[in-house]
């Protein structure tokens, strides 16, 4: 079992920046693709960002790309999110979850865990 606790939502301003963390416990979290979803209140969940075991592969989403980073330190067993340039349109849940195998990391139903989630309210 892994369990993940993400932090560091919040309410922001539009062009603002924000940085998210995931928490992680149990199991060895080096061994887990890492990703982070989002979801806004009547849409389906949307793939944001993923990172592999040590790194050396990072996954986004087109809309975010050059505005968001993906990062993990496997010392803390911490991932990160860090946005920029945040705008409405990026309101929405974020979760973080957790794959053994990163076959398909843009992909919900391929991770095994998965974080409550903290709401990203970016105003205009």
């Known amino acids: 079992q892994v369990q993940l606790v993400e932090s560091g939502g919040g309410l922001v301003q539009a062009g603002g920046s924000l940085r998210l963390s995931c928490a992680a416990s149990?199991?060895?979290?080096?061994?887990?693709?890492t990703g982070w979803f989002r979801q806004a209140p009547g849409k389906e969940r949307q793939f944001v960002a993923a990172?592999?075991?040590?790194?050396?592969?990072?996954y986004y989403a087109d809309s975010m790309k050059g505005r968001f980073t993906i990062s993990r330190d496997n010392a803390k067993n911490t991932v990160y999110l860090q946005m920029n340039s945040l705008k409405p349109e990026d309101t929405a849940v974020y979760y973080c979850?957790?794959?053994?195998?990163?076959?398909?990391?843009?992909?919900?139903?391929?991770?095994?865990?998965w974080g409550q989630g903290t709401q990203v309210t970016v105003s205009s």
């Open positions: 990172i592999s075991w040590r790194s050396s592969s990072t």
């Open positions: 979850a957790a794959d053994r195998y990163g076959s398909s990391p843009v992909i919900p139903d391929e991770y095994d865990y």
């Open positions: 149990g199991r060895t979290f080096s061994n887990y693709y």
